[in-house]
């Protein structure tokens, strides 16, 4: 392969769950910018469609509403993926949701929203998927899942988001629980761990804060777009054809030195 082939994703079909908002609309983004096909599902159609129609504008780019909370709500999405597509290079399992709140008052709702959402639905949707990801990828080129999982998972976080950081601790274990299981069939399993990004789960903290932390952060300053989409293009990229069950931090240094 030639080196300028190496972070080449042109022409693969990728799922970015979450791809119209937020950290998952700048891997979709990224992804379309690099020549790929991509699916972007999540519940509310309109804002999808408006994305899909932005994206649309500079290559390829399709929206599915899709509610990945529930089980069969993921069976429904991958249908509607292998009904379009034979084979899926890339899934990027990104959709994700928080709940904060004191210790004394977090309610039972806001582990099952959350892990519903975190955990429960990384798994059921890779499994729908597994027959389109296995059609993909041979033993030179394994075909992706890359987890979104977060800093909050490996350290503790500022904020009372109890569940939030129990799920991500649990998407970063079963990256690699899913990677040993699915080396074999071809299927490479890794995750993002993004620092902060401004996003809308993200807005109420960042108008607050986003300077102290900005300060508290080794490179000086929050994510910016570009920062997630190069690492989702090369962990989705022949040159990370050799990895799995790999944490990527993106984050600007803080899990690394804190
Ligand atoms: N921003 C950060 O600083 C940061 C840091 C570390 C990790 N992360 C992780 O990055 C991922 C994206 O978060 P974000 O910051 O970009 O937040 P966001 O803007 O709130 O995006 C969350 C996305 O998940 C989708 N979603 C929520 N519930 C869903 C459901 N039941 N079914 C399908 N899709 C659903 C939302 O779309 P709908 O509302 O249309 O369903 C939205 O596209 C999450 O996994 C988050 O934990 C973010």
């Known amino acids: 392969m030639k080196n300028r082939d190496l972070f ?79 084979t899926l290079d890339i899934l990027v399992n990104n959709a994700g949701a928080t709940w904060g709140a004191p210790l004394e008052e977090f309610p039972d709702s806001g582990w099952d929203r959350v892990l519903n959402l975190n955990v429960k639905g990384v798994f059921h949707l890779t499994r729908a998927l597994i027959p389109a990801l296995e059609a993909a990828g041979n033993a030179e080129d394994p075909s992706r899942v890359i987890n979104v999982g977060s800093v909050e998972g490996i350290q503790v976080p500022l904020a009372e988001a109890y569940s939030y950081a129990a799920s991500k601790a649990g998407v970063h274990h079963l990256t690699r629980v899913l990677a040993h299981r699915l080396a074999k069939r071809h299927i490479s399993v890794n995750a993002l761990v993004p620092g902060p990004f401004r996003s809308r789960m993200m807005a109420s903290t960042l108008d607050e804060l986003e300077d102290v932390i900005a300060e508290n952060t080794p490179l000086g300053r929050i994510g910016r777009p570009d920062d997630i989409a190069a690492a989702a293009i090369y962990l989705a990229s022949p040159g990370a054809a050799w990895l799995t069950a790999v944490l990527l931090p993106v984050d600007g240094g803080i899990s690394g030195t804190h």
């Open 8 to 86: 080449s994703i042109e022409g693969k079909t990728a799922l970015v769950t979450g791809g119209g908002a937020g950290i998952g609309y700048m891997i979709a983004r990224g992804y379309v910018e690099a020549g790929a096909r991509v699916y972007i599902a999540s519940r509310k159609a309109e804002v999808l469609e408006e994305a899909a129609r932005e994206l649309n504008e500079i290559g390829d780019c399709t929206a599915i509403p899709a509610d990945l909370s529930q089980e069969e709500g993921c069976q429904q999405l991958a249908q509607e993926i292998t009904e379009r597509e034979s």
